[in-house]
């Protein structure tokens, strides 16, 4: 099946085949083009180019141009629907025309780090947080993580599937296209399992692109109360073996951070995640300089993420590695904690991804456009900057930018359709208007 979009105004986020992540100068630059055309075919973008070569379309609903043209935008959006367009074309015609009437076309946004799947939520702690109390005081309350790990363990599989997926079609309309999803509130095996088994379903039956990270090492499970080290080998003799087993995770996770996991844990954790092949990804420095960063790249991790607290020797130990910094300021915003220092670790010529942390705790939201957004107001990155940190950045740190993340011919067509905006700033800027169009999965 053959789709083409006509009548884009911008095609936004264009890369050449084989770029896998942008770094330093590289990230201040989107590449557009203006009055566009884009063709997919199986799902996988085969084409794309300027609409005065654009392949067999209703030619009369493609003219005037969206940009030139004062009265464009009017005729854009009076014109027929595509459908109609269709209904011209040649009988037998096999393929399918979207009219984008002039908006911007981009590659949906990849979100590296999230927790969707857990149950309930936790607004009584919030208003814990408003009287004054941190989130480690929460936390040493036994609130936090462990009251996240009560609820679901008294959640069914299928409810728990339930709950999650509400929130994966909620992101989905934001424009999320492909989104990475932890475990960590079983801090049991059968719970870690649970969630980890919902997330393989979630893999299987949404059209977003899922790729699961096993955070047994969340905190410690209730039952382990003052045993840390006891659990610490829970993680890696029983649930480390039993999730490689059954083939639950793509990526391992630690919550390397004061309070919570040692680097000597998080390096415990990594060796054996080494020995069954499965790849890091790391809590770090939300709380504390925790010395995450710097295990996380001697184990070769995909990313290091939240930041929230670094000096300069995080920005020396990242430099010539593999390691993509990701940044959450979803939660510095919920949390009040400091934003990462984005643009310090660009102008070191490191490249940045910006993830949205969904969870019930820190960062009660998916919104992308919201992360890009306090990536330029809080972070001060330009909208260059930030766009590329949501896509191409965030889609090398969940291991997918060989598919994802870019308008490139040959990766899957995951896309944004936007109403006419004036601007791609416009996006951060205007961060609350609803201008999704359509979101093609
Ligand atoms: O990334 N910091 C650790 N984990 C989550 C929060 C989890 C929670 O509070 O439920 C985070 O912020
Ligand atoms: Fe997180």
């Known amino acids: 099946m053959k789709t083409i979009i006509y009548n884009i105004?911008?095609?936004?986020?264009?890369?050449?085949?084989?770029?896998?992540?942008?770094?330093?100068?590289?990230?201040?630059?989107?590449?557009?083009?203006?009055?566009?055309?884009?063709?997919?075919?199986?799902?996988?973008?085969?084409?794309?180019?300027?609409?005065?070569?654009?392949?067999?379309?209703?030619?009369?609903?493609?003219?005037?141009?969206?940009?030139?043209?004062?009265?464009?935008?009017?005729i854009c959006h009076s014109e027929k629907p595509a459908t109609n367009c269709h209904s011209e074309e040649p009988a037998g015609r096999r393929e399918n025309l979207i009219n984008a009437k002039c908006g911007f076309v981009l590659p949906a946004f990849?979100?590296?780090?999230?927790?969707?799947?857990?149950?309930?939520?936790?607004?009584?702690?919030?208003?814990?947080?408003?009287?004054?109390?941190?989130?480690?005081?929460?936390?040493?309350r036994g609130g936090g993580i462990l009251n996240s790990a009560d609820l679901l363990h008294e959640t069914s599989e299928e409810e728990l599937y339930r709950q999650s997926m509400e929130r994966v079609n909620e992101i989905m309309a934001m424009g999320t296209g492909?989104?990475?999803?932890?475990?960590?509130?079983?801090?049991?095996?059968?719970?870690?399992?649970?969630?980890?088994?919902?997330?393989?379903?979630?893999?299987?039956?949404?059209?977003?692109?899922?790729?699961?990270?096993?955070l047994g090492a969340h905190a410690v499970g209730r039952a382990y109360k003052g045993r840390q080290s006891e659990y610490v080998d829970l993680v890696c003799n029983e649930m480390l073996p039993k999730v490689a087993e059954e083939g639950l995770a793509d990526y391992v996770d630690v919550f390397c951070d004061a309070g919570f996991f040692t680097v000597e844990e998080t390096a415990k954790i990594l060796e054996k995640a080494?020995?069954?092949?499965?790849?890091?990804?790391?809590?770090?420095?939300?709380?504390?300089?925790?010395?995450?960063?710097?295990?996380?790249?001697?184990?070769?991790?995909?990313?290091?993420?939240?930041?929230?607290?670094?000096?300069?020797a995080e920005i020396e130990a990242l430099r010539g590695s593999g390691t993509m910094p990701t940044?959450?300021?979803g939660c510095s915003f919920f949390l009040g904690l400091p934003y990462g220092r984005a643009k310090e670790y660009i102008e070191?010529?490191?490249?940045?991804?910006?993830?949205?942390?969904?969870?019930?705790?820190?960062?009660p939201?998916?919104?992308?456009?919201?992360?890009?957004?306090?990536?330029?107001?809080?972070?001060?990155?330009?909208?260059?900057?930030?766009?590329?940190?949501?896509?191409?950045?965030?889609?090398?740190?969940?291991g997918v930018s060989d598919t994802l993340g870019s308008i490139t011919i040959g990766k899957k067509a995951h896309l944004i359709i936007t109403k006419p905006i004036p601007s791609l700033a416009f996006i951060p800027y205007s961060h609350q208007t609803p201008i999704i169009q359509t979101v093609i999965l």
């Open 9 to 74: 105004g911008t095609l936004a986020g264009i890369l050449p085949e084989g770029v896998l992540k942008l770094e330093g100068a590289q990230m201040d630059d989107v590449n557009c083009i203006n009055d566009a055309y884009l063709v997919i075919e199986d799902g996988i973008i085969t084409d794309f180019g300027p609409m005065g070569n654009c392949p067999s379309i209703c030619q009369e609903a493609a003219l005037p141009s969206c940009r030139h043209s004062d009265e464009a935008t009017t």
């Open 110 to 140: 990849c979100d590296s780090h999230t927790h969707i799947v857990y149950a309930g939520c936790r607004d009584g702690e919030f208003r814990d947080k408003i009287a004054g109390l941190s989130y480690e005081e929460i936390a040493a």
């Open 178 to 214: 492909a989104v990475e999803i932890k475990s960590g509130y079983g801090l049991t095996v059968e719970d870690e399992l649970k969630m980890l088994r919902v997330i393989k379903r979630i893999k299987e039956t949404a059209p977003i692109t899922v790729k699961a990270n096993f």
């Open 274 to 312: 080494a020995e069954y092949g499965i790849r890091p990804k790391i809590h770090a420095n939300e709380l504390e300089v925790s010395g995450g960063v710097q295990v996380g790249v001697k184990y070769n991790a995909l990313s290091v993420d939240h930041l929230e607290k670094t000096t300069d």
């Open 327 to 329: 940044m959450l300021p």
């Open 348 to 363: 070191a010529g490191l490249p940045v991804a910006l993830a949205s942390d969904y969870n019930p705790g820190s960062s």
């Open 365 to 398: 939201s998916g919104n992308m456009r919201f992360v890009m957004a306090l990536g330029c107001i809080k972070m001060r990155l330009t909208p260059e900057q930030s766009f590329n940190a949501c896509t191409i950045n965030s889609a090398y740190a969940m």
